[in-house]
């Protein structure tokens, strides 16, 4: 497994958030965006999800059976925040991403 960077594209404007490595969490990469206090993280009660600087779960992948890989799995995520809902794309930017 490499650790590689990954990014989020939000569908409705194509609006692009970038996630570098930043360290292990829960023994699994963890991602910081490059503008923002919120990581990529994993966590044992929820898998894969974009957490904020308190640690509050606000995304995660649309498909339940992706959450428990061994590194964020690409394709869609929902986010939520304040009401409001967006879909996203995760991709990896470069390294082997592909295990399961």
């Known amino acids: 497994?490499?650790?590689v960077s990954i990014e989020f594209v939000r569908r409705l404007d194509?609006?692009?958030y970038r996630f570098?490595?930043?360290g292990v969490f829960h023994g699994r990469?963890?991602?910081?965006r490059q503008d923002?206090?919120?990581w990529c993280?994993?966590?044992p009660e929820r898998g894969w999800c974009v957490v904020d600087a308190e640690g509050v779960p606000n995304s995660g992948p649309l498909l339940g059976e992706?959450?428990?890989r061994a590194l964020p799995p690409a394709g869609p995520w929902r986010s939520w925040k304040a009401?409001?809902?967006y879909l996203y794309d995760l991709r990896h930017l470069g390294g082997e991403a592909t295990s399961a």
Request: a neutral charge.
């Open 83 to 85: 009401g409001r809902s």
């Open 29 to 32: 990469p963890s991602y910081r």
């Open 20 to 22: 570098d490595p930043d």
């Open 1 to 3: 497994m490499s650790i």
């Open 36 to 38: 923002l206090d919120l």
């Open 66 to 68: 992706d959450r428990h």
């Open 41 to 43: 993280r994993w966590l």
């Open 14 to 16: 194509g609006l692009v």
